[in-house]
């Protein structure tokens, strides 16, 4: 029997194949490979033609006995393209629920997830989950 811990967490990257966003997706693919090294057990790319402009990058975990599945990007639902900091930040909130390091560089503050905090003078200055640290 396979030890679930081998073979979670997942992340997979469905993309338009029509709208010639396989080299984007490949991006995005090796810079998960680089900075989460063997902690994600497998990316995968899903070259789509049956949804035109898909954009989906989607988490699959396990625990406490049940699967999960948590959409880490939509492109229509979130705007666009992530960068790739913030694509890290979600996956290792999400997935990994913050118990791992994936450098300094990619740490910090993420106003996509928390909700950020605006000065007097309207500058965005952090966000509710970096406060206090």
Same mark, same amino acid.
């Given at each position: 029997?396979?030890?679930?811990?081998?073979?979670? !967490?997942?992340?997979?990257?469905?993309?338009?194949? /029509?709208?010639?966003? #396989?080299?984007?997706?490949?991006?995005?693919?090796?810079?998960?490979?680089?900075?989460?090294?063997?902690?994600?057990?497998?990316?995968?790319? /899903? !070259?789509?033609?049956?949804? !035109?402009?898909?954009? =989906?990058?989607?988490?699959?975990?396990?625990?406490?006995?049940?699967?999960?599945?948590?959409? =880490?990007?939509?492109?229509?639902? $979130?705007?666009?393209? !992530? $960068?790739?900091?913030? =694509?890290?930040?979600?996956?290792?909130? %999400? %997935?990994?629920?913050?118990?791992?390091?994936? #450098?300094?560089?990619?740490?910090?503050?993420?106003?996509?997830?928390? /909700?950020?905090?605006?000065?007097?003078? #309207?500058?965005?200055?952090?966000?509710?989950?970096?406060? #206090?640290?």
């Amino acid at each position: 029997m396979t030890d679930i811990s081998s073979v979670y !967490p997942k992340v997979s990257i469905e993309f338009c194949n /029509k709208c010639k966003w #396989g080299l984007r997706s490949f991006w995005y693919q090796q810079e998960l490979l680089q900075t989460f090294d063997d902690k994600i057990k497998e990316l995968s790319l /899903k !070259p789509r033609n049956d949804q !035109p402009g898909i954009f =989906l990058i989607k988490g699959y975990f396990y625990i406490d006995t049940k699967f999960h599945t948590v959409v =880490l990007w939509d492109r229509k639902i $979130d705007g666009g393209f !992530p $960068d790739a900091k913030t =694509l890290k930040q979600r996956i290792k909130k %999400l %997935l990994f629920n913050e118990k791992i390091d994936i #450098g300094k560089h990619n740490d910090g503050c993420d106003t996509v997830l928390g /909700k950020s905090v605006v000065s007097e003078e #309207g500058i965005k200055t952090a966000c509710e989950d970096c406060i #206090g640290k």
